[in-house]
């Protein structure tokens, strides 16, 4: 017999005194449901989905490219921000030879504001392949899904099963949490590994005659009665089929240990400004992070530079070779997050002098070649820039009010 070396809590103790009433084969180390309680249990977890299924606009049809553009927004997205961005590049990107064909000007700016711009340099890499080789049609098996650029597992599996109707399952980081709850899962699911335990549990539980709605039904549970923080495990559509809700251990899944930090990074941003008011703006080269994406220039400090004037003054003058008048104090400092960084910006404000205008260009000229401008904050729409540079934005007119 199969070792169960993956499960906390004994599945048999509940059979016959749950909804769960008989056992199946051990995967993974996981004791599961037998045929009579898998078949009851995607029968009720379908007829709650029929019932409360989130009114989502990717929802509206199985177009396997509105799948696609949605799940790969979704990736460290919240659902509700995402529905705009979903509807506005819908419009401006309608089909996948749209996409294909898009300058990366206009894709950034679509993008801008949901972060990890990879996500959507990847998708449209994705788009010139489907066009080059597939004749513009999204393809349907799951390995020529997966081949795409910025496609994994979780992602080929949602659209195989939602556009498709194959029954694959789509596991993240809600379903795994779904998963481990459900069955007592004492696997780390920070381990890339152990992935693999839930992607077999995952295609044993699946429903064949409705993967895609099997799939987005966990996803609905996974952010509501199953949620990370504050779940409800009492009202949950599967509560008696659910292990850690019977033992009342939901809290103790899914077992994850802990991420690594998010180093500390300090920066000056120099607010130019010139004598028509407006503000320097470089795009960033291709190895630095939010390449392509413009922003004011930023210095990397030490942690007790960041506040300096007198550095500030210094590394203006030996970056650029102009002398601007600098507010001896920094605007304001702005925190901003990014999944293994943590940024720490002051924004330090500079008038140019009308005699270096000319200069500075020239600097800039040899430094950057087309890749720099002046911009109003008025006309800040009219390129792509990052969340970050949001802010700083924002922190420059608050300025300016006063």
Known sequence: MKEINNQAEDLTVWLNTSAIVDLGPIIAGVQVFGPETRQAFQRD????????????????????????????????????????????????????????????????????????YSRVRNM????????????????????????????????????ASIAFNQAVPAIDGNAMRVLARLFAIDADIAVAKNRKIFE????????????????QAIMDLGSSYCSYKNPQPELS???????????????????????????????????????????????????????????????????????????????TSANYQVSPIVMKEPLAEIKHIFTHLKWHIRPFYMRLRPEEEALLAKQLDKAYGNSWCWLAASDMDQLPVARVQEKIWQVYRDFKKQ
Do not use: C
Not at 77 to 98: G, S
Not at 276 to 284: A, D, E, P, S, V
């Open 45 to 116: 977890l379908l007829a709650w989905y029929d019932q409360e299924k989130r009114d989502l606009p990717w929802r509206e049809n199985q177009d396997p490219y509105r799948v696609w553009v949605s799940e790969i927004m979704l990736q460290q997205t919240q659902v509700d921000t995402v529905i705009n961005y979903f509807n506005n590049f819908m419009k401006v990107f309608p089909t996948i030879a749209d996409l294909a064909q898009a300058t990366e000007a206009d894709l950034l700016k679509v993008w801008q504001g949901l972060g990890y």
């Open 237 to 315: 559509p599967i509560r008696a089929y659910n292990l850690s809700t019977l033992n009342g251990t939901t809290l103790a899944y899914p077992v994850k240990s802990k991420q690594k930090k998010a180093r500390d990074v300090y920066y000056q941003a120099l607010l130019i400004e010139n004598q028509q008011g407006q503000i320097l703006m470089i795009k960033r080269s291709d190895g630095q992070l939010l390449k392509n994406m413009w922003s004011v220039p930023l210095l990397e400090s030490r942690r007790d530079q960041v506040t300096d004037y007198q550095y500030v003054v210094a590394e």
């Open 124 to 159: 449209q890499a994705a788009a010139r392949d489907i066009m080059a080789n597939h004749e513009g049609v999204f393809p349907t098996e799951i390995k020529a899904i997966k081949a795409l650029k910025g496609i994994g597992p979780y992602t080929a599996g949602a659209i």
């Open 200 to 215: 077999e549990i995952g295609s044993y539980l699946i429903d064949y005659n409705r993967p895609g709605d099997f799939n």
